[in-house]
């Protein structure tokens, strides 16, 4: 019997890195999957991964900055299961480029993804959560929630949103002694598809900023996945993964704002 046995949790963007790693692991501890996700190929490689582990799973294909198609899947998955427990926000892009040189679009598309993605899971499912008596909302920030970074704004803006939206929600439900936990995220760098599949403005190398990445991302995403349940079953507030973002999270509180004169010296060394 573990903390997550017959539990129903949903994973968003559960077709690749940490929300795979996130889905075989609650299949391991007990749960009941729902698992979507844009990418059907990836999706249905977890799905049979979830099925191995000896999880129930309903495994459907979801674009999470599709309001109504969020709120219907929500219904959907409460009367397939009967109830929902646990809401994994996870699906996500990341996007390089100067504010100077991104076009309106390339904004929108990031914070449609990174951070209404997360308002519309959050929100469709809230009711679910509460009805259940024993819910707990998950929303994947970054450490790009916590400090900022050049050619991230937009990211850096999706995920300082998450980070507000769910803290200010947690404070809220804890107020009103609702049913339902709530944690946010900031993963370190993570060993997972995110920069191979990102785009960029025109004349940015994506092979130079993939592999730059790939040499700072430090931790799989089992590991990552395994910290993410310890937090929520410890009702944490915040769960900060690896080392690198304990190390920058602790940085930034000592620094202040004067953290971006080393940020900015950084991005004129390496060139990113
Ligand atoms: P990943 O390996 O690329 O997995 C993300 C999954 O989400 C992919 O299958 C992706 O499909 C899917 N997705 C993209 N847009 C979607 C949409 N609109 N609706 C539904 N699914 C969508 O990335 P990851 O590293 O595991 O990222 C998971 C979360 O962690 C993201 O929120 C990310 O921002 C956050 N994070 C990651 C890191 C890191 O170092 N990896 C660090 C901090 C935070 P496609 O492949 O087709 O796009």
């Known amino acids: 019997m573990t903390h997550f046995t017959d539990k129903v949790a949903v994973v968003t963007g559960a077709g690749s890195g940490i929300g795979r790693a996130l889905s075989v692991e609650l299949a391991r501890r007990g749960a009941r999957l729902a698992i979507c996700d844009v990418d059907t190929h990836g999706l249905a490689e977890t799905e049979a991964l979830v099925r191995q582990a000896g999880a129930e799973v309903k495994a459907d294909p979801l674009d999470v900055s599709q309001r109504e198609l969020v709120l219907a899947y929500a219904d959907d998955v409460a009367a397939h299961f009967g109830r929902v427990n646990l809401v994994f926000n996870n699906a996500g892009i990341a996007f390089t480029g100067d504010v100077e040189e991104m076009s309106f679009k390339d904004i929108d598309r990031v914070m449609d ?108 995403p089992e590991k990552a996945a395994k910290v993410i349940l310890k937090g929520v079953e410890n009702d944490r507030a915040r769960v900060l993964i690896g080392a690198d973002a304990w190390v920058l999270d602790a940085f930034v509180r000592l620094t202040g704002s004067g953290y971006q004169r080393a940020v900015t010296a950084f991005s004129k060394r390496s060139g990113l």
């Open 113 to 220: 993804v990174d951070f209404w993605g997360v308002v519309n899971g959050t929100k469709a499912f809230l009711p679910h959560l509460v009805e259940s008596g024993d819910g707990h909302v998950i929303n994947i920030s970054s450490i790009f929630g916590l400090f900022a970074v050049p050619t991230q704004s937009a990211y850096n803006a999706a995920k300082f949103a998450v980070r507000g939206f769910t803290e200010a929600l947690r404070q809220e439900m804890v107020r009103d002694q609702r049913p339902v936990k709530v944690t946010c995220v900031h993963p370190g760098g993570i060993k997972t598809n995110i920069a191979l599949n990102a785009q960029q403005v025109e004349g940015r190398d994506h092979d130079k900023l993939a592999s730059s990445f790939d040499k700072l991302a430090r931790t799989s």
